[in-house]
């Protein structure tokens, strides 16, 4: 016989945000129990936070590189391929 699972719950990016700021106040177990998740779930969703943050800080310090040049498409594969 098998488990009977129960359906997954998609969470907004809103709520995921407000949940991370409540276990930077409060610490990941309290805020973890308080709204009835895994204190894992807390740790996955920071991770991916931090990611898409860190790749935005990279995609803006390039674009801030790019300002002002004059690169044809040649010259952009270039400078992409010697970082």
């Known amino acids: 016989m098998t488990a009977h699972r129960q359906p997954r719950i998609v969470h907004s990016e809103q709520f995921k945000s407000e949940a991370l700021q409540l276990a930077a ?3 990941v177990t309290s805020a973890a129990k308080q709204l009835n998740l895994s204190s894992s ?3 996955v969703w920071r991770n991916a936070f931090r990611r898409k943050q860190s ?3 990279r995609e803006h310090t390039f674009a801030v ?3 002002g040049r004059q ?3 040649r010259g952009m ?3 992409v391929l010697s970082r």
Do not use: C, L, T
């Open 41 to 43: 779930q807390f740790y």
């Open 55 to 57: 790749s935005s800080e």
């Open 65 to 67: 590189e790019m300002d």
């Open 25 to 27: 106040k409060i610490a």
């Open 77 to 79: 594969a270039q400078m």
């Open 71 to 73: 690169i044809g498409p």
